[in-house]
């Protein structure tokens, strides 16, 4: 026999036969059919009580082939894109199909980036406008309490102009004065606008002076000659001292009169 002896007191372990591994590996598959047949139980339950987007697609046809034709949509979308991509089309296209295009913009934010981290490096160390309002106890402080003390300021004009206190709040809460001063300002404005159309036509001495050449060069003459003349020059130094007394009398009224002369 071509058969191994074996050797005198050798010992034969038991083995598993082909039928135990068959009925072994059919209980494991059966199980595995159980599991199965449960979950497309609780799935069928699921589909026929009405519940997912699938039972609504089965029972509902017209929802599901809407539902189909928006998905068919999105992946048309996702395919033009994707196509558009590869083409180098858009940003994203030259970005991925353009290397050297790519590395200019990634340069370009990074070197940004930089700039950014910079800038707030600086305004965390108090330099510069912004750094100096973020500094505590700085420049930021001392707005931040003038702008409170301008807010109170004008809560308190705002109180007393709704309280009716000065002009302002007399126009707002005083009708019958507000239509007086309004009265009095249109009254004053045609005054003005009644003397300056005289002046402009030329009425009165005012007028004549600045529309009149003759009238104007007439009374410059007179002065010219009155300059050149001892006894105009006399005369007008003479009233101008008096009037210089009588300003200086006005303006010190407490001050003692010379004593009378002793001559008669």
Known sequence: SDRPQLPAGSRIEPGVSGL?????????IAD????ITSQLRELLIALNQGGGLLSDMIKNPEFGRDSLQGIQQTLDSVRRTA???EKGEGLAGALISDREYARRQLTSI???LDRLKNVLARVEQGEGAIGQLMVPGGKGDVLLENLLAASADLKSVTDRVNAGTGLAGRLLSDDESARRILSNMEKTTKNIESITRKIDTGQGTLGAIINDDEVYRGLRDVIAGIQKSRIGKG???HYQKKGAETR??????EEEAP???DNP
Not at 32 to 35: F, M, S
Not at 248 to 253: I, M, S, V
């Open 20 to 28: 135990a591994e068959l009925t072994e590996m059919g209980r494991g």
């Open 32 to 35: 595995d059919v159980k599991d």
């Open 110 to 112: 990074q070197e940004s």
């Open 259 to 261: 004593p009378p002369s």
């Open 248 to 253: 200086e009398g006005e303006e010190n009224p």
């Open 83 to 85: 196509e558009k991509l």
């Open 235 to 237: 005369m007008i130094h």
